[in-house]
């Protein structure tokens, strides 16, 4: 009995210094062998604490011969809106995305649970508030040397003055911000009520000095050289209401749970305004969170989301005292977005806050047992009393003594099952990283066996096989390019080059299936498909029918009639091209290149007149831009010339201060042409055709 007592007791103590040690270096996780060396480092070691720490409950309830669990009042939000988000995702079309983001958003809700159960004393409520301090000095105190250009780090990714170890200044504003009230409550004390501080307050305060010193440095930079991205609050107003009203074929489902967790990227490209095209700085940006994480919440987890988020503010907000960081993470949520890490830290925030008050009052947070009660009928049913409680008799304790076993074996099952996919992703992700390396230094052998390494690892990345498709039309047109003109390559070089295509087609394939929302998919294998026009059969059809599906997922995204217009121009449909130039330009009437596009389809079908008002429009729009206008004032003197008379120059078009790449839309490889063709898949999922209608025109009085 006494040595049950001492390890139950040591797993208190290992439980309580995990916990420690995650709140240290939770914002300190940087790592440059991840594809993203900031939210993925953090990511693990949050899951890898947060499952052990699961474990470790659940040794301890059997050894304890009982099921202990601390009950809070904020229990059935946090359950309530965890189950949301995993149903969103379940629903979701775009379901591997949003259920690989869905289980990340669980383990930070867990954190909350491992907190509440762990924390029931004073002493480990301080202990972890101390914990939580020195990570946010050492963040303030990374943020001011890295401001000063003191380097710590030898990496050269983090030597730039506006470094931060949250990935953000925006994220590591908002996280300092969060944790200075309770860095700066002792000076607030002292200067209230002039009483002397022990030691522990005066590290504190000393603390919150150094916390305040980086957080004025975060807003410093943050206003002045590294202004944050951010989506305007009218624009995820609109995403978010049309997500949850107008997701034709799901009405239902997008109204009550949205269009998935982790699925904002979609909804934006899908329901974004023309208007939204008059941004000059943002307009060619996909934004993957919304203007606050309330709007993102309502688009993506639907009206039950918001609810039962809305259920959690209400019950932390019924709370007295108020818990000054958790009230700040809350107003937060409601104006900026929360990125993973400020996500985590929000669970934490609440996990402490029901800690402390379970401290000071016992009849909204006390311990709970579990225990299994035989029915008359001989059913079984739970029976919650209270600690202390006596139980019904001997029998029933006997009979609960099951529960704690198998409480123990569910937790470590799910920790297997979800432990065992994680590790696939986390490697995959590495290999991932590594093929990038490759690429960087144009070894593309090399970057072509990390990346199958990595599909092979963990098969339902879109983005994986998105750039695999890239890697093996690169290889394949690497080798064609090779072969001297008029002569014929090997068989063994010929097959590779078609083993390579197919394997670059069925990857493009194999993103589009996994992601079906995502335009970009279908954008990636529309240009596979171009790029073997005249080699594959029906290539330009499957490359047509491609873009075509990219539209309908980005409908007002000017670039992508482009692209169709391009892939017109290329099979000489000149018609065509032209309807898919104006286009563009009826979305964003200061968009040169696609005047400048429209000009040379125009040219190409014997309209000079009209392709020479179309240069005069880019020549008004590049006025700023040295380098075009030279350009394209050399092609209008070459047109005039054709035309046998010159035009007056075309306006009002104001000059544009965003510089452009004037050029004619082109493939970016193109595979020499097979007589007769190659037989290719065509795209293996259905895609929807175009509308028919024109895109609403953006209002000129706008520009």
């Given at each position: 009995?006494?040595?049950?007592?001492?390890i139950?007791?040591?797993?208190?103590?290992?439980?309580?210094?995990?916990?420690?040690?995650?709140?240290?270096?939770?914002?300190?996780?940087?790592?440059?062998?991840?594809?993203?060396?900031?939210?993925?480092?953090?990511?693990?070691?949050?899951?890898?604490?947060?499952?052990?720490?699961?474990?470790?409950?659940?040794?301890?309830?059997?050894l304890?011969?009982?099921?202990?669990?601390?009950?809070?009042?904020?229990d059935?939000?946090?359950?309530?809106?965890?189950?949301?988000?995993?149903?969103?995702s379940?629903?979701?079309?775009?379901?591997?995305?949003?259920?690989?983001?869905?289980?990340?958003?669980?383990?930070?809700?867990?954190?909350?649970?491992?907190?509440?159960?762990?924390?029931?004393?004073?002493?480990s409520?301080?202990?972890?508030?101390?914990?939580?301090l020195?990570?946010?000095?050492?963040?303030?105190?990374s943020?001011?040397?890295?401001?000063?250009?003191?380097?710590?780090l030898?990496?050269?990714?983090?030597?730039?003055?506006?470094?931060?170890?949250?990935?953000?200044?925006?994220?590591?504003?908002?996280?300092?911000?969060?944790?200075?009230?309770v860095?700066?409550?002792?000076?607030?004390?002292?200067?209230?009520?002039?009483?002397?501080?022990?030691?522990?307050?005066?590290?504190?305060?000393?603390?919150?000095?150094?916390?305040?010193?980086?957080?004025?440095?975060?807003?410093?930079?943050?206003?002045?050289?590294?202004?944050?991205?951010?989506?305007?609050?009218?624009?995820g107003?609109?995403?978010?209401?049309?997500?949850?009203?107008?997701?034709?074929?799901?009405?239902?489902?997008?109204?009550?749970?949205g269009?998935?967790?982790?699925?904002?990227?979609?909804?934006?490209?899908?329901?974004?305004?023309?208007?939204?095209?008059?941004?000059?700085?943002?307009w060619?940006?996909?934004?993957?969170?919304?203007?606050?994480?309330?709007?993102?919440?309502?688009?993506?987890?639907?009206?039950?989301?918001?609810?039962?988020?809305?259920?959690?503010?209400?019950?932390?907000v019924?709370e007295r005292?108020?818990f000054?960081?958790?009230v700040?993470?809350?107003?937060?949520?409601?104006?900026?977005?929360f990125?993973?890490?400020?996500?985590?830290?929000?669970?934490?925030?609440?996990?402490?806050?029901?800690?402390?008050?379970?401290?000071?009052?016992?009849?909204?947070?006390?311990?709970?047992?579990?225990?299994?009660?035989?029915?008359?009928?001989?059913?079984?049913?739970?029976?919650?009393p209270?600690?202390?409680?006596?139980?019904?008799?001997?029998?029933?304790?006997?009979?609960?003594?099951?529960?704690?076993?198998g409480?123990?074996?569910?937790?470590?099952?799910?920790?297997?099952?979800?432990?065992?996919?994680?590790?696939?992703y986390?490697s995959?992700?590495?290999?991932?990283?590594?093929?990038?390396?490759?690429?960087?230094?144009?070894?593309?052998s090399?970057?072509?066996?990390?990346?199958?390494?990595?599909?092979?690892?963990?098969?339902?990345?879109?983005?994986?096989?998105?750039?695999?498709?890239?890697?093996?039309?690169?290889?394949?047109?690497?080798?064609?390019?090779?072969?001297?003109?008029?002569?014929?390559?090997?068989?063994?070089?010929q097959?590779?080059?078609?083993t390579?295509?197919?394997?670059?087609?069925?990857a493009?394939?194999?993103?589009?299936?996994?992601?079906?929302?995502?335009?970009?998919?279908?954008?990636?294998?529309?240009s596979i498909?171009?790029?073997?026009?005249?080699?594959?059969?029906d290539?330009?059809?499957?490359?047509?029918?491609?873009?075509?599906?990219?539209?309908?997922?980005?409908?007002?995204?000017?670039?992508?009639y482009?692209?169709?217009?391009?892939?017109?121009?290329?099979?000489?449909?000149w018609?065509?091209?032209?309807?898919?130039?104006?286009?563009?330009?009826?979305?964003?009437?200061?968009?040169?290149?696609?005047?400048?596009?429209?000009?040379?389809?125009?040219?190409?079908?014997?309209?000079?007149?009209?392709?020479?008002?179309?240069?005069?429009?880019?020549?008004?729009?590049?006025?700023?831009?040295?380098?075009?206008?030279?350009?394209?004032?050399?092609?209008?003197?070459?047109?005039?010339?054709?035309v046998?008379q010159?035009?007056?120059?075309?306006g009002?078009?104001?000059?544009?201060?965003?510089?452009?790449?004037l050029?004619?839309?082109e493939?970016?490889?193109?595979?020499?042409?097979?007589?007769?063709?190659?037989?290719?898949?065509?795209?293996?999922?259905?895609?929807?055709?175009?509308p028919?209608?024109?895109?609403?025109?953006?209002p000129?009085?706008?520009?």
């Open positions: 009995m006494q040595n049950k007592k001492e139950i007791s040591y797993l208190d103590n290992i439980s309580l210094f995990l916990l420690g040690i995650l709140f240290i270096a939770l914002p300190l996780m940087v790592t440059t062998i991840t594809t993203d060396p900031f939210t993925l480092p953090k990511q693990v070691i949050l899951a890898v604490i947060v499952f052990v720490l699961m474990a470790a409950f659940g040794v301890k309830m059997v304890e011969k009982g099921i202990k669990i601390r009950r809070t009042p904020f059935v939000p946090v359950i309530s809106l965890g189950a949301v988000v995993l149903a969103s379940l629903f979701a079309v775009n379901r591997i995305d949003s259920i690989t983001a869905s289980i990340t958003f669980l383990i930070a809700v867990f954190s909350y649970f491992v907190i509440t159960n762990t924390v029931k004393d004073k002493k409520v301080m202990f972890l508030m101390s914990a939580l020195a990570g946010a000095v050492l963040v303030s105190l943020s001011v040397f890295s401001f000063f250009k003191i380097y710590a030898p990496f050269k990714e983090t030597q730039f003055q506006a470094f931060s170890t949250l990935g953000s200044l925006l994220d590591q504003a908002i996280y300092l911000a969060f944790l200075l009230p860095a700066a409550y002792p000076i607030a004390k002292f200067i209230k009520k002039k009483v002397r501080l022990n030691p522990q307050e005066i590290g504190f305060s000393v603390a919150g000095i150094i916390i305040l010193v980086g957080l004025s440095i975060s807003i410093y930079q943050l206003m002045t050289t590294q202004r944050p991205i951010m989506l305007p609050l009218q624009s107003f609109q995403t978010a209401f049309a997500a949850i009203s107008q997701d034709n074929g799901r009405v239902a489902q997008g109204f009550f749970l269009s998935g967790y982790g699925t904002f990227g979609t909804d934006f490209t899908r329901f974004k305004q023309p208007t939204f095209n008059l941004n000059p700085d943002l060619s940006f996909t934004f993957y969170r919304s203007s606050s994480f309330i709007l993102e919440l309502l688009a993506t987890t639907g009206i039950l989301g918001l609810l039962a988020f809305l259920a959690l503010v209400y019950r932390v019924k005292p108020f000054a960081p958790l700040l993470a809350i107003i937060t949520a409601f104006m900026l977005p990125s993973y890490i400020v996500l985590a830290f929000f669970f934490i925030l609440l996990g402490m806050f029901a800690a402390i008050q379970g401290t000071k009052t016992n009849d909204r947070f006390f311990d709970i047992e579990l225990q299994l009660v035989a029915l008359k009928k001989g059913l079984i049913a739970f029976e919650m209270q600690i202390g409680q006596v139980t019904q008799s001997t029998e029933t304790s006997e009979k609960s003594k099951i529960l704690p076993f409480f123990m074996l569910v937790t470590l099952a799910f920790i297997g099952f979800l432990g065992y996919y994680a590790v696939g986390v995959a992700n590495l290999s991932f990283q590594k093929s990038l390396v490759a690429a960087s230094k144009n070894n593309g090399e970057a072509y066996q990390a990346q199958s390494s990595a599909i092979e690892k963990f098969k339902y990345s879109d983005a994986y096989y998105r750039v695999f498709s890239q890697t093996n039309l690169a290889l394949a047109n690497s080798l064609a390019s090779q072969v001297p003109q008029g002569a014929t390559p090997s068989a063994e070089t097959q590779t080059i078609y390579l295509i197919q394997q670059s087609i069925n493009a394939r194999n993103a589009a299936t996994i992601a079906p929302q995502t335009s970009a998919n279908w954008q990636n294998l529309s498909y171009r790029s073997l026009i005249g080699f594959g059969q290539a330009e059809q499957f490359a047509v029918l491609t873009a075509q599906q990219a539209v309908v997922l980005d409908p007002n995204n000017p670039q992508l482009i692209n169709l217009g391009g892939i017109y121009y290329q099979i000489g449909d018609d065509k091209a032209s309807n898919q130039f104006q286009l563009a330009i009826n979305l964003k009437p200061d968009y040169s290149n696609a005047y400048y596009n429209l000009g040379h389809a125009l040219e190409q079908k014997q309209d000079l007149r009209g392709a020479l008002a179309q240069y005069q429009v880019v020549k008004s729009l590049v006025a700023n831009d040295k380098e075009n206008l030279k350009r394209i004032e050399e092609e209008i003197k070459v047109l005039e010339q054709k046998g010159q035009q007056p120059t075309a009002p078009k104001n000059p544009s201060d965003q510089p452009e790449n050029q004619v839309n493939p970016s490889a193109q595979l020499p042409k097979q007589d007769p063709p190659v037989k290719i898949p065509e795209p293996q999922v259905r895609v929807t055709p175009v028919s209608e024109t895109p609403a025109s953006t000129a009085a706008e520009l």
